[in-house]
């Protein structure tokens, strides 16, 4: 019986992991869909569309000093609302329609560790 | 002698109706014959459910080709493709490189008489009515991040982004009541897109303010 109970949790340990795992994979390949095309495949804010006209810079998700000045709220409500929600450039779209809340949560994990920061806490 | 003429008259007239007539069948089957399916789908509804499905594709689906085109402009195309996307279609890293194949001018017209068959009600006649241009500038240029990511002509350069599919010449190429249509209902003809969706955001008089400002592009 106990051994059973042993498989068991093993079973759900790994189940969960690999459950993480795809999830991980589906965060990325939703960022180099939607965000890589301003941010950059590796979010250092240099995307296709960053042209000499772009008139703005899109923010580089790889930098901690400027990242941690950002809550995950205002990293969250400028994915969902756009650069203006957050008193940004209109360049940044408000992605709010197209992604869902786990999606965006997921975004805003998925920053954090090309960061490797926490962020202002608020 | 009037006989022959009489003959000859009603022959020439009928080789002209001929050649101006459409055949969209002659054009499905060059359509077919020549791998374009391989590339682009057009049997309808959207197929396309998660983001592999839409990078899977190799170009764009064209179900609701007659809706989208103005068939001048297709013809046109055909004979003589120049990138409309910057980039490859589905990259970011590379530049189109612009190997669309080109058909001849007689093949060019026959696969526009079959691509101008494959519409949607979807796109309803009129639906773009007359927006206010300036207004549809605005939220163009100013509002949305519209150009971020689609090039524009203004005066005679053409600005920015590349990822999109360019702007430039929408006069002459896109049916503004599908431009509409695919700003009201984009999950319709693009489920799995890297467009945000804009319903909910803009309202129905920017939708239509802004397809007249695009529409206006050269």
């Known amino acids: 019986m106990p051994r059973i109970t042993i498989v068991s949790a093993l079973l759900l340990v790994f189940g969960l992991a690999a459950a993480g795992s795809a999830q991980a994979v589906d965060v990325e390949k939703t960022f180099k869909f939607y965000c890589a095309q301003c941010h950059g495949l590796d979010g250092k804010g240099k995307g296709p569309n960053v042209t000499k006209d772009f008139a703005t810079t899109p923010r580089n998700f790889t930098d901690p000093k400027e990242m941690n000045k950002l809550t995950d709220g205002d990293i969250k409500t400028a994915i969902k609302d756009g650069g203006p929600a957050v008193s940004k450039s209109e360049l940044m779209p408000p992605w709010g329609k197209t992604l869902t809340d786990e ?16 962020g202002k806490q608020g | 002698m009037r006989l022959a003429s009489t003959v000859s008259l009603a022959a020439a007239m009928l080789l002209v109706a001929s050649a101006g007539q459409a055949d969209p069948a002659a054009g499905e089957k060059l359509f077919t014959g020549k791998n374009c399916n391989g590339c682009h789908y057009t049997q309808g509804p959207a197929q396309e459910k998660t ?103 203004k005066r005679k350069k053409v600005l920015g982004g590349l990822s999109g599919p360019s702007l430039v010449g929408a006069s002459k190429r896109l049916n503004p009541d599908w431009i509409y249509a695919y700003m009201m209902k984009p999950k319709v003809f693009k489920p799995v897109k890297m467009m945000p969706v804009f319903t909910g955001i803009l309202n129905e008089v920017d939708v239509k303010n802004v397809t007249t400002f695009i529409g206006k592009f050269k």
Request: hydrophobic letters at 35%; proline letters at 8%; a positive charge.
């Open chain 1, 103 to 118: 999606e965006i949560d997921a975004l805003v994990g998925y920053i954090r560790k090309l960061c490797q920061c926490k």
């Open chain 2, 51 to 153: 983001i592999d499905d839409q990078l899977a594709k190799k170009g764009p689906e064209l179900w609701y080709a007659g809706s989208k085109f103005q068939k001048a402009w297709l013809k046109g195309w055909l004979a003589d493709p120049k990138p409309i996307r910057p980039l490859k279609y589905n990259s970011l890293t590379e530049k189109n490189p612009g190997n669309h194949p080109k058909l001849s001018a007689a093949d060019a017209g026959a696969v526009t008489d079959y691509l101008m068959t494959l519409t949607t009600p979807e796109v309803k006649k009129g639906a773009a009515g007359k927006g206010k241009k300036l207004k549809g500038k605005l939220v163009f240029m100013k509002k949305m991040p519209c150009k971020g990511c689609h090039q524009y002509p």
